[in-house]
């Protein structure tokens, strides 16, 4: 049983009373196996397992933990507990309430967001501090959404910007037209999921008996009053003060800090035993994180005896020359590929490192970066896919048009409001069957508002004369959409390509058969074609052919990777959906893990390399400026090196030739005693 197989400190905190819990689980110290022993402790004790609520920070975890629950107890008992992220779990509940919303990845909206910012005039200007732009102020937003106390978003702008006052009432108002046409659509991101579970729980109550919560330490403010309104009973929260990394998404340390003064009778347990690293390894982890202020007393217990390699920092002259030699150690290492990590903090760190391990012919797999799920090429299938599901989808619709040469986002939503009027209400109806008696479906019912920056943006209608050669179908070429004044032939060319592809997807359902149509039809041929050669488009504008070939070939195996995706799905709904929910934890590919600090939590190899610890880089003083700071780097180093089971070099470079940059190591490189005090420091 899973309890077995825990040590004293797992079993007290595993078969604790019920109340209010807070585990304080360092790295490797057996979270895991814990919060299993407690669900099993639970169930062995009577609690239902539907009366059992889980929240993890991915839902690749919870899975996990719900698999090994069901080692022991079967799975019919195992799935019936309600498992998952905040978010996944909010979007189950939604579904079971039958509250109507289609659901859109975390940046997906931004597009809607910033065509709505973008046509707004700032008359009035202040000549210390211009506005936001579009994209700025969405993720300002969205951290709004995450980390507020109760104000409203112009106030909490002053106060973290007050020289932009002046525009807080244009600010304002593009969130509330963007709040209206998500409600008139049915959109809902991550943050919507939560604040419309917040309304939900007001009005029902869930009969939760216990309530267990993973990286706790992550919580943010949303997500704590969220798990406030299921009013829990009991509480088991594991997670650790050190490795809280989330600031910049809302996430507040004082959240576990405070835990024992929040919760009447709470509790503490601390698990102190370290299964994952080697002696070493810890103990310049902790050298460093002692540096930030102790929150919960823990000394942690070292149980491997097996291998004790000391780490090893590795100094360089020149940034490239460090990527060049650490490519060249993994070349003659004796890990296995997939049991080295190289982490960094910065992007630009990944792209030298990942060009130098090409060159050296090591495959890599990079996860922290832009997601399987975000690319184009990928982006476009899904899309194609919502509108089956939902024909007046106008996210996906701009995504997918704003692809067309001359098209872009602005010209694609003037052509879906140009659909919905045509239809009636129903785009496709608008593309196959339009309104006869609708001459001009641009026309602009915009009304002028100086101080809030709207202006009137009427469109003169074009002619669609221009398009009498392009051999469209007769009840295409006479669709009012044509007449947009900026519509060029090759735009109305690609518009075409979309009305036949979504024509021959009417008569297909199942998601195998439909990704297989989209992938297949010769609009997504041109889209892999204009991707391969913008990909492959050198400096001088000339295309390198063997580039060209290498993007088509990673395109095509992507295309595979959905593909077989969506075998396992009958319904395309479910196939969406989970490709929305779960799409930020997916990498791609087979080699070694290049992994941002972000995308490394949680995981463990055996040989870890921590690059590009220069001051300035790591910790990155440029985010820290910007609201971050040096104890939150810290907890991103502590994080970094103890994913290192048996191997871990630290390695920075005193100059960058292509920035004509010097640096400095890393003081954390000091604290851990690897860099020796200046004569000034002692």
Not at 426 to 434: E, Q, S, V, Y
Not at 586 to 599: F, K, R, T, Y
Request: glycine share 6%; with cysteine; hydrophobic share 40%.
């Amino acid at each position: 049983m899973p309890l077995s197989n825990l040590n004293k400190e797992q079993l007290s905190a595993a078969t604790c009373d019920r109340g209010y819990n807070l585990i304080i689980a360092s790295a490797g110290t057996g979270k895991t196996s814990t919060i299993v022993g407690r669900i099993a402790n639970l169930i062995n004790n009577g609690t239902k397992p539907e009366e059992i609520l889980l929240l993890t920070f991915t839902n690749k975890a919870a899975a996990e933990m719900v698999a090994r629950v069901a080692k022991f107890f079967g799975k019919d008992i195992a799935k019936q507990i309600m498992a998952g992220t905040f978010h996944s779990v909010s979007y189950k509940l939604l579904k079971q309430l039958e509250v109507n919303i289609t659901l859109k990845q975390p940046n997906e909206l931004k597009t809607l967001f910033k065509s709505l910012y973008e046509k707004r005039v700032f008359y009035d200007r202040d000549d210390e501090a211009n506005p936001y732009d579009g994209g700025y102020l969405y993720d300002l937003y969205s951290l709004f959404l995450n980390s507020n106390n109760g104000e409203g978003f112009g106030e909490w702008i002053r106060e973290k910007n007050p020289a932009h006052e002046l525009y807080t009432a244009i600010y304002e108002d593009v969130v509330i037209e963007f709040n209206e046409l998500k409600i008139k659509y049915g959109y809902a991101n991550f943050d919507d999921l939560l604040t419309i579970m917040l309304e939900n729980q007001k009005e029902k109550e869930f009969d939760f008996k216990e309530i267990l919560v993973d990286e706790y330490q992550d919580t943010n403010p949303l997500q704590g009053r969220l798990l406030d309104g299921f009013k829990p009973k009991s509480l088991f929260c594991v997670g650790d003060y050190d490795q809280s990394i989330y600031a910049f998404n809302g996430s507040d340390i004082g959240i576990i800090s405070t835990f024992s003064t929040r919760y009447n009778s709470a509790n503490v347990f601390t698990l102190r035993k370290n299964y994952r690293s080697t002696r070493p390894i810890l103990e310049l982890a902790t050298k460093v994180i002692e540096h930030n202020e102790r929150v919960y007393e823990k000394n942690l217990e070292v149980m491997r005896t097996d291998t004790t390699i000391k780490p090893k920092l590795l100094e360089f002259t020149e940034l490239f020359q460090q990527y060049h030699h650490i490519s060249d150690l993994i070349s003659k290492s004796s890990s296995p590929h997939s049991e080295i990590a190289i982490i960094f903090r910065n992007n630009s760190s990944a792209d030298g490192i990942e060009a130098n391990l090409r060159e050296y012919g090591i495959p890599a797999k990079r996860k922290g970066g832009m997601s399987f799920f975000d690319s184009v090429e990928i982006k476009f299938v899904l899309d194609v896919l919502v509108m089956q599901l939902s024909h007046n989808d106008m996210m996906a619709f701009i995504h997918v048009l704003e692809h067309g040469k001359g098209i872009g986002k602005a010209i694609a939503k003037d052509i879906f409001d140009a659909l919905i009027k045509l239809g009636s209400g129903d785009m496709f109806k608008g593309l196959f069957h339009p309104d006869a008696n609708i001459n001009n479906p641009y026309e602009s019912n915009k009304v002028k508002n100086i101080q809030l920056g709207l202006f009137d943006d009427f469109l003169e209608l074009g002619s669609i004369s221009k398009f009498k050669d392009c051999n469209f179908e007769e009840a295409f070429l006479s669709n009012p959409i044509l007449k947009h004044p900026k519509l060029s032939v090759d735009g109305a060319k690609y518009i075409y390509d979309f009305y036949l592809l979504i024509k021959h997807l009417r008569r297909t359902k199942n998601p195998d058969s439909l990704v297989t149509s989209i992938t297949s039809s010769m609009m997504y041929s041109k889209i892999k074609e204009s991707l391969a050669i913008k990909r492959a488009t050198q400096k001088d504008g000339t295309i390198n052919a063997i580039q060209k070939a290498k993007a088509l070939a990673k395109i095509n195996r992507k295309v595979m990777l959905l593909k077989n995706l969506s075998r396992n799905f009958h319904d395309l709904s479910k196939f969406v959906n989970s490709m929305i929910l779960g799409g930020s934890e997916m990498s791609e590919g087979d080699g070694v893990n290049l992994l941002s600090v972000h995308a490394s939590k949680g995981l463990e190899f055996k040989e870890v390399y921590v690059i590009d610890l220069m001051d300035g880089r790591f910790p990155n003083r440029k985010l820290m400026s910007k609201g971050g700071s040096l104890e939150e780097e810290r907890r991103l180093f502590y994080v970094a090196v103890t994913r290192a089971k048996d191997i871990l070099y630290l390695s920075y470079a005193k100059y960058d030739k292509v920035k004509r940059m010097d640096f400095i190591h890393s003081p954390f490189l000091k604290e851990a005693g690897l860099v020796a005090k200046t004569s000034e420091e002692n």
